[in-house]
C-alpha cells in the first residue's frame, strides 16, 4: 500500500513563505507523476503543480512565479516551495501520485495565510 505523508504546513502571514514536503513509501521513480493539490473551504480541489518522471513540471497560474515543485529521489520526497503567499492561497494541501496502476493521496496539510 503506497504510502504519503505530507508536512511543513502552518500558519504564515501574507507574504510570507512555506514548504510543505511529501514523503513517499516508495521510490518516486514508480509513479509517471507526483504533485500537489489543494482544496479550500467550500471550493472544489484544484491542482497547485506537478513534476513528471522525467522532470516535467506544471504548474497553476494561481501560483506561477511564486510556488517551486522540486523533488529528492534518494530521500523519496517532492517539495511544494512557497513564496509571496496570499490569503487565497488558504487550503489544505494534499499530495498525490500517480501510475498506471492508480492514484494516491496523503492525508493533507493545512496551510493558512492571514492577512
Known amino acids: 500500500q503506497v504510502q504519503l505523508v505530507e508536512s511543513g504546513g502552518g500558519l504564515v502571514q501574507s507574504g510570507g513563505s512555506l514548504r510543505l514536503s511529501c514523503t513517499a513509501s516508495e521510490t518516486i521513480f514508480n509513479f509517471n507523476a507526483m504533485g500537489w493539490y489543494r482544496q479550500g473551504l467550500g471550493k472544489q480541489r484544484e491542482l497547485v503543480a506537478s513534476?513528471?518522471?522525467?522532470?516535467?513540471?506544471n504548474y497553476a497560474d494561481s501560483g506561477k512565479g511564486r510556488f517551486t515543485i522540486s523533488r529528492d529521489s534518494a530521500k523519496r520526497m517532492v517539495y511544494l516551495q512557497m513564496n509571496s503567499l496570499k490569503p487565497e492561497d488558504t487550503a489544505v494541501y494534499y499530495c498525490y501520485a500517480r501510475r498506471i496502476t492508480g492514484e494516491y493521496w496523503g492525508q493533507g496539510t493545512q496551510v493558512t495565510v492571514s492577512s
Open positions: 513534476i513528471t518522471i522525467g522532470g516535467m513540471t
